[in-house]
């Protein structure tokens, strides 16, 4: 049985029909009003600025400067809220920059003036 091939042969339609042309997309220039907007034009949350790393390691060292550890400033700071989780979190770069300057001026009386 060689030779099972189909035997394909053109179907023409004929008839009274238009011709189909393919759609062309176009293009429109959007406007500028309010369908586009930039990121910068975006009222959000203003960026929040986490303990830079010096101001980390700057508080360590006054710390350990002063053979104190966390449990044992966090006793000694007379206005610390948050006793030694704050600094736990300072420490580990988990505070904002404002809330470690916080901890810093609670515990300057016992580990001496930090610099910003």
């Not at 042309?21 to 929040?48: A, Y």
């Not at 303990?51 to 390691?57: D, G």
């Not at 300072?90 to 470690?100: I, V, Y």
């Given at each position: 049985?060689?030779?099972?091939?189909?035997?394909?042969?053109?179907?023409?339609?004929?008839?009274?029909?238009?011709?189909?042309?393919?759609?062309?997309?176009?293009?429109?220039?959007?406007?500028?009003?309010?369908?586009?907007?930039?990121?910068?034009?975006v009222d959000g949350p203003p960026k929040i600025e986490m303990v830079s790393q010096r101001f980390k390691q700057d508080f360590i060292n006054a710390r350990t400067a002063k053979n104190k550890s966390q449990d044992q400033l966090a006793k000694e700071a007379r206005n610390l809220k948050g006793g030694v989780k704050v600094i736990k979190e300072l420490e580990a770069g988990k505070l904002t920059m404002k809330e470690a300057v916080q901890v810093a001026m609670a515990c300057r009386n016992v580990i001496g003036i930090i610099k910003k």
């Amino acid at each position: 049985m060689a030779g099972h091939f189909q035997d394909w042969n053109p179907v023409v339609i004929r008839g009274k029909s238009v011709p189909v042309q393919p759609q062309q997309k176009q293009i429109v220039p959007k406007s500028g009003n309010q369908l586009s907007k930039k990121l910068d034009d975006v009222d959000g949350p203003p960026k929040i600025e986490m303990v830079s790393q010096r101001f980390k390691q700057d508080f360590i060292n006054a710390r350990t400067a002063k053979n104190k550890s966390q449990d044992q400033l966090a006793k000694e700071a007379r206005n610390l809220k948050g006793g030694v989780k704050v600094i736990k979190e300072l420490e580990a770069g988990k505070l904002t920059m404002k809330e470690a300057v916080q901890v810093a001026m609670a515990c300057r009386n016992v580990i001496g003036i930090i610099k910003k």
